[in-house]
C-alpha cells in the first residue's frame, strides 16, 4: 500500500491489460483516482466495472497512442474532466522479435510510434499541467531491452534504448517544477505482450525462470509513486548482468551469446 496515493489522479496508458492492468488494480487499492486508456475498450469496461465495484472512481478512455490527433483529443477531454493530474504512466507498448533483416517495416514503425512517440506524446499533453501544479510524477515502462541488447530484439531495443534517453533527459528537465520522472526497466513480464512478441513460444518458455509476475512489478511501481526514484530494475541479478555489460560490453557479449540467442 502507498498512502501517497489516497485521492491522487493517476492516468495509466496500456491499462486494458497485464501491467498496465495490475498497475490499476494496485493504485485502486491505495485509494487512487483512475484515468485508464488503451485502444480495447472493451476490456477497458470490463477492468471499469471490476474497480467501480470497490468503490473506486474510475474513468475510461479508447485512445491509440500511436496516433497523435487521437492524443491530443483524448488527453484534451481528460484534462477538462479532472481537477489536475498527479500520475502518468506511460505503460503502453509492444515489441516483435526479429533479426533486423527480417523485421517487417510496418512492425518497425509501429513499435516506434507506440513505444516512443506515443510516450513522448502522451508525456507532452501532461507536462504543461504538472508545471503548472508545481507537482507531479511520470513513470516511463522502459525495459532491461534498453540497457542490454540482445540479438533478435534490434528494433524492440531500439525503441527502448530511446525511451531511456527521453527518460534521463526528462528528469533533469523536469527537476526544477518539483516532477518526479522514474523509468522502468523489468526484465520478461508473463503478460500477452508474448502472444505478439514470441508467436513461437520458445523464447518464453526457454527464459521461464526469469520470468517476473505483472503483480510484482507493480507493487514496485506503486511503492515508488511519489518518491523521487530514478529507476526501477528487475529482476535483480538481470540487472546486474546489465550493469556488467556497462562496463564490460564485449566480455558480456562473448560469454552471454548463447544466452542471448534463445529467441528462436
Known sequence: MNSRLQGKYVVITGASSGLGAEIARQAAACG??????????????????????KNVEVSIHAIDVSKREEVEWGFAAILSSCPRIDVLVNNAGFGVFDEA????????EAMFQVNVLGLISCTQMVLPVMKQ?????????????????????????????AVLGFTNSLRMEA?????????????????????????????AKSVGGWMLKPEEVAKAVI???????REINLPKLMNAASFLYSLFPRTVERLGRRAFNKKS
Do not use: C
Open 32 to 53: 487512487a483516482h483512475l484515468v485508464l486508456v488503451a485502444r480495447r475498450v472493451d476490456r477497458l469496461e470490463h477492468l471499469k466495472a471490476e474497480l467501480e465495484r
Open 175 to 203: 527537476a526544477n517544477d518539483g516532477i518526479y520522472v522514474t523509468s522502468v526497466n523489468p526484465g520478461p513480464i508473463a503478460t500477452e505482450f508474448f502472444d505478439t512478441a514470441d508467436k513461437t513460444g520458445t523464447y
Open 101 to 108: 533483416g527480417d523485421a517487417k517495416w510496418e512492425e518497425t
Open 133 to 161: 501544479q508545481r507537482s507531479g510524477h511520470i513513470i516511463n515502462v522502459a525495459s532491461q531491452a534498453g540497457k542490454m541488447a540482445t540479438p533478435k530484439s534490434s528494433v524492440y531495443a531500439a525503441t527502448k534504448h
Open 223 to 229: 511503492q515508488a509513486i511519489g518518491t523521487n526514484k
